[in-house]
């Protein structure tokens, strides 16, 4: 079975550069989690969408962040102006409920660099 | 709201020698608890976790984790560790109701030497 897909695996691009991040999540999942991970501040959760409804994003660092979500088989991560400090690694990952109870199930994530 | 505190930032064991990383939770009900494997490079992958019933669960990969409700803790183990469990290890805890995400900890890095 497929697992989730993200692409690019690697994206180096320059300050100022929109940046668009793209994850399919596993089929017959009804949530979907978008992560940041860095060596500072460890993994960290972004948004996360229930049946395609953005339930939370507190975790979106600021309006240069977006997510949709705009089917159940297809969510985009976009940073519109990209600065240094967004350099991570970006991770998708979808589980069958946005309860706890649920286990999630991580794509390879996205290398981002920011020159 | 839960929490999660992995108290070792690196741990550096000897191929063959035994493992424990700890794990600590804060949260006022029985939690859902979660241990993830990330190997270089890599995604994270569940290890094992624990809902309820034996506090001593299994999990892949020859690791078992142990549930301590006196103690909110839920530390991981492997009784001989191969120099491939090199990798990082996050402990997660979930509200055992609701629809809250889990919360990860901040990881342990393991390395392991000849």
């Known amino acids: 079975d497929a697992g989730v897909i993200q692409s690019p695996r690697h994206e180096v691009t320059e300050m100022g550069q929109e940046v668009t991040l793209r994850c399919k999540p596993i089929?017959?999942?009804?949530?979907l989690f978008w992560y940041r991970q860095t060596m500072m501040r460890g993994l960290e959760l972004l948004i996360y969408?229930?049946?395609?409804?953005?339930?939370?994003d507190s975790g979106m660092p600021e309006d240069r962040f977006s997510a949709k979500m705009p089917n159940a088989s297809f969510s985009t991560l976009k940073i519109q102006p990209s600065e240094p400090r967004d350099s991570a690694v970006y991770f998708c990952?979808?589980?069958?409920?946005?309860?706890?109870?649920?286990?999630?199930?991580f794509g390879e994530g996205s290398w981002l660099t920011v020159v | 709201a839960q929490s999660v505190t992995q108290p070792d930032i690196h741990i550096t064991v000897s191929e063959g020698a035994s493992l424990e990383l700890r794990c600590n939770y804060s949260?006022?009900?029985?939690?859902?608890l979660f241990w993830y494997v990330q190997s270089p490079g890599q995604g994270l992958q569940l290890l094992l976790k624990?809902?309820?019933?034996?506090?001593l669960v299994q999990g892949i990969k020859g690791f078992e984790a142990e549930f301590k409700r006196s103690q909110s803790s839920f530390n991981l183990r492997k009784p001989s560790v191969h120099w491939s469990d090199a990798a990082e290890y996050f402990c997660?805890?979930?509200?055992?109701?609701?629809?809250?995400?889990?919360?990860f900890g901040k990881g342990t890095r393991l390395s392991v030497i000849a």
């Open positions: 624990y809902f309820s019933g034996d506090t």
């Open positions: 990952a979808s589980s069958l409920g946005a309860g706890s109870g649920n286990t999630i199930y």
């Open positions: 089929s017959g999942h009804n949530s």
């Open positions: 949260y006022g009900a029985t939690p859902y």
């Open positions: 969408f229930n049946n395609n409804v953005p339930i939370d």
């Open positions: 997660a805890v979930g509200a055992g109701s609701g629809n809250t995400p889990l919360v």
